[in-house]
């Protein structure tokens, strides 16, 4: 195999992620390549924890999509839900994924301040 710096190609190769790593951030980034899941996102980003129709309210989205995506994010460790009776109550799963959305909105920003 051709390589121009084959140290710095080992220093990659040691610190590349595990293959179950790198396909578990690919599903990661699949859910959130998805409008109507970053609405949701979105709206948790803004406004912490929600219930299914509030969230469904604020992103314009019937209460059942809201619940597809939900359940999604969840399985993925993105949202966490905790239940009050009857309902359940929605936010980001922690610091990491709230950074990961404010990183990405930036970025967006960012590029769109460039144009």
């Known amino acids: 195999m051709r390589m121009v710096d084959p140290e710095k190609v080992a220093v990659v190769i040691a610190t590349m992620p595990g293959a179950d790593t790198v396909t578990e951030l690919a599903d990661v980034f699949g859910l959130l390549a998805d409008p109507g899941r ?25 209460e059942s999509a ?27 799963d922690d610091a990491h994924v709230r950074m990961l ?10 590029r769109r301040d460039d144009a």
Do not use: F, K
Request: proline share 0%; glycine share 8%; hydrophobic share 45%.
């Open 101 to 110: 959305l404010d990183l990405a909105l930036a970025h967006v920003g960012h």
């Open 38 to 62: 970053l609405r949701v996102l979105t709206a948790l980003l803004e406004g912490g924890e929600m219930c299914v129709c509030d969230i469904a309210a604020a992103c314009g989205h019937s």
């Open 66 to 92: 809201v619940s597809h995506a939900l359940r999604l994010l969840r399985t993925s460790r993105v949202v966490r839900a905790r239940r009050d009776g009857r309902r359940a109550y929605y936010r980001l």
